[in-house]
């Protein structure tokens, strides 16, 4: 599977506060959570962004606590994507459980600017920056994983599986 789209940069620590803020928490609607994506850290987010955009940012993305709701609003509000240098570890499994991929590649995150224009091979983990005609080589995901994010999300693989042993 191949995703590309125009970046959204963000920096360290960005946690789950800022990506869904709490006050928005009261609700489980991902359309809801989609509508206030990031509004803390950068207003014009959710104006600005379209389906397969894709998120970079720097160390421990999605820090904070461990709710799903982060993740679940990131994916619904369009973006293809995360790529950080590191991820908090609960972020990351509830990232793959809601099926948006996510890619750990520290040379991508320092060679990609802000609305760069980016294509993704989550089979090979290719990283192409088409503004600048650089490529970065990511891992790419194990076929387990591909499985769930290509499934949308753990839920639905299980209810494929299920329904095949049936």
Not at 80 to 85: D, E, G, M, R, T
């Amino acid at each position: 599977m191949e995703v590309c789209g125009k970046v959204f940069k963000y920096g360290d620590n960005v946690d789950t506060d800022v990506i869904i803020p709490a006050r928005y928490l009261n609700t489980s609607n991902p359309k809801e959570l989609a509508a206030h994506c990031m509004e803390d850290i950068d207003k014009e987010f959710v104006k600005k962004v379209s389906d397969g955009d894709i998120m970079v940012a720097n160390k421990n993305f999605g820090c904070g606590s461990s709710r799903e709701h982060a993740p679940i609003a990131i994916k619904e509000s369009g973006v293809s994507c995360v790529i950080a240098k590191t991820f908090a570890r609960i972020f990351y499994r509830n990232a793959i459980n809601i099926g948006l991929p996510i890619l750990e590649c520290e040379k991508a995150v320092d060679g990609i600017e802000a609305g760069d224009k980016v294509s993704i091979d989550f089979s090979t983990g290719i990283i192409k920056n088409l503004t600048k005609g650089e490529e970065y080589e990511g891992e790419p995901f194990p076929e387990f994983m591909q499985n769930i994010i290509n499934s949308n999300g753990l839920i639905n693989k299980l209810r494929v599986n299920s329904d095949r042993t049936i």
